[in-house]
């Protein structure tokens, strides 16, 4: 007769199942990145805006700009400023929690190069109307915004390195409200930038620089609270800090 085996046949355990709080990081991590690549998507978007305005700016008179002069240096860099630098600096900390310390020293960086080239670009404009014989007193809609957002662009800076200081000596810092006022100061930069942009240019220059520059201003805003269009976001951190809104 034929010999039978009594033994089961061999089984393989079955892997163990994922833990739940591991699969909820494992897909927030994935959504933080994907938070992150929007948010340089934006900050990409407003050096663009920057630049085309930059472009425009310096066109001959022919071509709707105002040439290679020395006011031509007071919007390009007020651009850049804003709509590069400070609007960049904002958004550096939308992505993994775990690379905050490194997110901290890169918005160190972009909101102190902010904070020059806004220096430089009022020089500019200072320097032009002295030259013109013209009062530096603001006097338009422009000027008063702009010297608003000046003041808290200044405030902004000083507060910055406080607080950047008092994390380095202390492990952590207070000033819970320098960015909600670096969002107000942003948003003062960006209506100015749109009375500015009325009082340079005309027909298609005038509505090209605006509409570019305004979109990308409000994306700032929005993405620097974790608002996105386009895609749902689960956070990292506090539910406040991290609401999922679609858009």
């Known amino acids: 007769g034929h010999l039978t085996s009594s033994c089961p046949p061999a089984t393989h355990p079955a892997s163990p199942p994922v833990p739940l709080q591991v699969a909820i990081t494992g897909r927030r991590r994935e959504m933080d990145m994907k938070a992150r690549a929007y948010a340089r998507g934006v900050i990409l978007a407003g050096m663009a805006s920057a630049a085309v305005i930059t472009l425009l700016t310096f066109l001959p008179p022919d071509f709707g700009g105002k040439g290679f002069v020395l006011f031509s240096w007071h919007p390009a860099l007020m651009s850049f400023s804003f709509l590069?630098?400070?609007?960049?600096?904002?958004?550096?900390?939308?992505?993994?929690?775990?690379?905050?310390?490194?997110?901290?020293?890169?918005?160190?960086?972009?909101q102190i190069t902010a904070f020059v080239l806004a220096v430089l670009g009022l020089a500019a404009i200072m320097v032009n109307k002295v030259k013109m014989g013209k009062s530096i007193i603001p006097k338009t809609t422009h000027a008063w915004f702009g010297t608003a957002a000046l003041v808290g662009t200044a405030a902004q800076a000083a507060s910055g390195m406080t607080k950047y200081s008092e994390a380095i000596r202390r492990g952590f810092s207070g000033?819970?409200?320098?960015?909600?006022?670096?969002?107000?100061?942003?948003?003062?930069?960006?209506?100015?930038?749109?009375?500015?942009?009325?009082?340079?240019?005309?027909g298609w220059q005038l509505w090209a620089s605006l509409l570019l520059s305004q979109c990308v201003g409000i994306l700032v805003v929005l993405t620097s609270y974790r608002r996105f269009i386009g895609i749902s976001y689960l956070g990292l951190g506090d539910a406040s800090e991290h609401t999922p809104l679609n858009l």
Do not use: C
């Not at 590069?84 to 690379?99: I, K, R, S, T």
């Not at 320098?178 to 942009?197: E, K, M, Q, S």
């Open 175 to 202: 000033y819970k409200w320098h960015g909600d006022v670096g969002r107000v100061t942003f948003a003062l930069g960006i209506v100015t930038t749109a009375l500015g942009l009325v009082a340079i240019f005309s």
């Open 84 to 110: 590069g630098m400070m609007g960049g600096g904002m958004l550096v900390y939308v992505g993994p929690a775990d690379e905050r310390k490194q997110s901290r020293n890169i918005h160190r960086a972009l």
